[in-house]
Each structure stands twice: as structure tokens, then as C-alpha cells.
């Protein structure tokens, strides 16, 4: 079946450290996205990006960086990681404006 | 930029009974309003959404109600059962990205 799929699945790095976390999808679409979700605040877009060559700054960027590899890769990074970037990651893929978005399974990530 | 706001943030019904989650939003352009559902360590996945030229939308037990004038939208559970337990997120959004509320824990008491 077409999915999303996140890499890892789990992370426990120390501060300062960077971090890379991997999205790939099957599904052919365009459209990827990176999400932070912490508990009480629901899902908060870091970065998306339309295509190969067009990425955008979501509501969260400060701290993060994004590569989109492929159509089908789009990478999310912590320069120096900071402990209240303890969360969970979601990578979603759209086919375009208005369509529904398909998450992958997250990964969790803990910086002490 | 787009603020959504949902309410309840947690909800205990009896099995069997209805469910309504309410959310609102303040961006006019906005014009598509997913509803996700994620259980315990799973992934977000859709359950209904609706674009702004409808005012509702039914998918046999879930329904889903747009009011653009007063800017809300609500989701509506009907014939609740234990499986329907999980975390439910509202969003809206125009053409570039979605802005998510913060979500409703639904517990369904067998």
C-alpha cells in the first residue's frame, strides 16, 4: 500500500546535538509537510513544501531546517537541539489545495 | 494568520449517546475544514471533511456542520460506541496549509 513513512521511529539525543529526521511517501504527492504535535497544543506546522524547488515556513520554523530531497523525500533538522523541542514529528503528504492530508506514524523525540 | 479554537477539551459520554465537538476559526479565506481522528500512538487520519460551499456533510454516523457567517464548524457523533474513543482534531485552512485546533480527548463509557 502507498504510505508515509518516517524514519526513525524513536529518538533520545542530548542537547546541542543535530538531529535529522526522514520522510519518504509512495504516494506520489506533491505536497509534504512537517508537524510538531506537544500535548494540550494539537499539531503546529514547522515547514511545508509544494515541490522540489518551493519550501515554506509553517507557524514553528525558528530552529528547524528542511530539505526536500525528491519529490517523494522531504528531511526535517535540528541544528543544535534544545530540550523544548521534546515532541512528536509528523511528516504529511497532500495532492494539492484543499485535499486531505495523510500522516505517517511520527517520531518521537526526547533531547535531555 | 488563521487561530482555531476547539472545545470541549475532553468529553465523557455513555455509549449509545450523541457526541458534538466545536470549533471556530477567525481567517475568512479559509475555505476547507478537515476533522482527524488518532487513537493511543497512532498517526492522525481523516474522518470528514467539508469545503466551504457545503454547509454539511454526513458519513453514516458522523456528521460535520460549517456556519462561514459565524465562522464555526462542529463535528457530530451519533450512536457513540467505545471504539469511537480516541483524540479528535479540527482544522481549517485555505490553499497553502492547515491550521489544527487543539483537540478533544472523546471517551465513550460501554
Redesign the interface.
Known sequence: DADVTQTPRNRITKTGKRIMLECSQTKGHDRMYWYRQDPGLGLRLIYYSFDVKDINKGEISDGYSVSRQAQAKFSLSLESAIPNQTALYFCATSTGDNQPQHFGDGTRLSIL | ?ENVE?HP?TLSVQEGDSAVIKCTYSDSAS??F?WYKQELG?????II?I?SNVGEKKDQRIAVTLNKTAKHFSLHITETQPEDSAVY?C?A???????????TRLQVQP
Open positions: 494568520g476547539q477539551s475555505n476547507y478537515p497512532k498517526r492522525p487520519q481523516l471533511d469545503r482534531f482544522a485552512g485555505e490553499w497553502r496549509a492547515l491550521t489544527f485546533g487543539s483537540g
